[in-house]
């Protein structure tokens, strides 16, 4: 998985791209993000569109600052970002979540 980041001078936010590789999307049907930019609401989930290549990518525009994150895999799978800049605890179970940094 992999977060591409591109400052927008025009808008001054960041234009971040989302990734999720066809090695860890093997046998997914569908990816979605969620995260503190989308209150967490998985009804509100951004859809990763899927590639030719078998990844999924999905891009947001996100003012500078830190959002915690994780992907949905067909529903009922929460994963983290293989390459995310930081995880933090998630206040649930053992698991973690990912952070993006700008």
Not at 60 to 89: S, T
């Amino acid at each position: 998985m992999a977060l591409t980041k591109t400052f927008v001078k025009s808008k001054s936010v960041y234009k971040v791209t989302f990734t999720v590789p066809a090695e860890a999307a093997a046998e997914t049907k569908k990816v979605a993000l969620v995260g503190e930019f989308n209150g967490w609401n998985p009804e509100e989930a951004i859809a990763l569109k899927k590639q030719k290549d078998g990844s999924f990518k999905a891009s947001l525009e996100l003012g500078a600052g830190e959002y915690q994150f994780r992907y949905i895999l067909d529903d009922a799978k929460w994963e983290n970002d293989w390459e995310a800049d930081k995880y933090v605890p998630a206040g649930v179970d053992a698991a973690e979540n990912s952070v993006v940094v700008l």
